[in-house]
Nanobody, 117 residues
Framework: QVQLVESGGGLVQPGGSLRLSCAVS??????????LGWYRQTPGKQRESVAT???????NYADSVKGRFTISRDNAKKTVSLQMDSLKPEDTAVYYC?????????WGQGTQVTVSA
């Protein structure tokens, strides 16, 4: 069973930066063939995609974060990260890490990001 553990959330002022990391357990081969992503959710709203990265390292970003967030993966360490710069109050949410490949769709427990003065 795959487990994902997020870290790096917290409270930051508008305009600040945070870096989220997600450590993934399991076989390194299966990690390498998986797509990874970061999603976020606020109370009363559906979970939305923030950024995704494929096994070929093709990336995709929500329009609201393009130019501010960067997703990356380290296959040797089995981690996926999200560098968040120029943070805005509307980025406040619980951020979830996701791993996806045929037959598996796994989520972390989430980490809170709060952007406030």
């Amino acid at each position: 069973q795959v487990q994902l553990v997020e870290s790096g959330g917290g409270l930051v002022q508008p305009g600040g930066s945070l870096r989220l990391s997600c450590a993934v357990s399991g076989n390194i081969f299966f990690f390498r063939i998986s797509s990874l992503g970061w999603y976020r959710q606020t109370p009363g709203k559906q979970r939305e995609s923030v950024a995704t990265i494929t096994s070929a390292e093709n990336t995709n970003y929500a329009d609201s974060v393009k130019g501010r967030f960067t997703i990356s993966r380290d296959n040797a360490k089995k981690t996926v990260s999200l560098q968040m710069d120029s943070l805005k109050p509307e980025d406040t949410a619980v951020y979830y890490c996701n791993l996806n490949r045929p037959g598996i769709d796994s989520w972390g427990q989430g980490t809170q990001v709060t952007v406030s003065a």
